[in-house]
């Protein structure tokens, strides 16, 4: 597992800028230039692989992440309905009063909705009306929205595996995005790094996400019941995943209102890799030495 100290953190926020103006053209440059060179550095030039990096393709839609977890015992919203070429395919009789929609082939919540009977829709007729108006032309799943234990509020847990040359699989860390406003952990304003075995929340993830270099105290210390469960089984699904390309994967998951962990899907860690890559010089080693 990938370990950084409280000093790298403290040293390495990424998102801060106080530099003089030539150091700072250089620190813009490689900011940016760092995504493109770690993926490049990570998944080689599998041309369907760096197209991942940008939108999921045909073979890893959230159909599949949700067919790879499942067959990995884990937990996964249920399904309610699909939207599939201008039609609405229902799995249950009725609609509960909450459902996310969520697209296929998009990622980082893109084209993320939730909808509430009474404001959105009153029945299947309204439903329908509303996909053919926001998604005509996409694939969607309609799914079970899932509450968090209250006392950790929405969060999404970040479980970031590996898979080496010869086919091992590891964790590399565990972060999890938190104090978000709204029913999206995409609106998360903190971010903390989680002790694997212990679920505790053990350092600043500041590095993460610009929406996260305010990250303080306030979530430290925090207990996430059910990761070291989880771990296993985001590396049980990695493993066992039939694509080789798909070599860095972040998983997210929540711990719910009853203290269980489901999973709400993977994804190909294009974007979640280079941060850590060239974080600190320990962190580039152990990108180094497992996956070249």
Not at 90 to 115: A, H, N, Q, Y
Not at 179 to 193: E, F, I, P, Q, V
């Amino acid at each position: 597992m990938l370990d950084v100290n409280d000093e790298d953190l403290e040293s390495m926020r990424f998102f801060t800028n106080d530099l003089s103006p030539a150091v700072s053209t250089l620190y813009d440059y490689t900011q940016e230039m760092s995504n493109y060179v770690a993926n490049f550095y990570i998944l080689g030039p599998n041309e369907l692989a760096l197209r991942t990096m940008y939108w999921d393709t045909p073979l890893t839609t959230k159909r599949f992440w949700r067919g790879q977890l499942v067959a990995a015992g884990a937990a996964v919203p249920e399904c309610l309905a699909e939207w599939n070429e201008g039609r609405l395919e229902m799995e249950v009789e009725e609609l509960p009063d909450r459902v996310l929609v969520k697209v296929v082939d998009s990622c980082m919540g893109v084209g993320d909705k939730f909808l509430t009977r009474g404001t959105h829709y009153n029945s299947r007729v309204e439903i329908e009306s509303l996909m053919k108006e926001s998604y005509e032309g996409k694939g969607c799943i309609l799914l079970r929205v899932v509450r968090p234990l209250p006392r950790l509020g929405v969060h999404s847990l970040d479980i970031l595996t590996a898979r080496a040359p010869d086919g091992s699989v590891m964790l590399v860390d565990v972060i999890v995005w938190s104090g978000s406003a709204t029913d999206s952990s995409h609106s998360a304003t903190r971010s903390h790094m989680i002790h694997p075995e212990s679920g505790e929340s053990c350092n600043y993830g500041r590095w993460y996400n610009p929406n996260f270099v305010g990250t303080g105290n306030e979530g430290l210390g925090v207990v996430y019941p059910g990761v070291k469960e989880a771990v296993q089984l985001a590396l049980s699904a990695h493993q066992n995943l039939p694509y080789d390309w798909l070599k860095v994967i972040g998983w997210d998951c929540m711990i719910t209102e009853d203290g269980s962990v489901v999973f709400f899907e993977g994804n190909l860690a294009a974007w979640r890799c280079p941060r850590r890559l060239f974080l600190t010089l320990p962190s580039f080693i152990f990108f180094a030495s497992y996956l070249a």
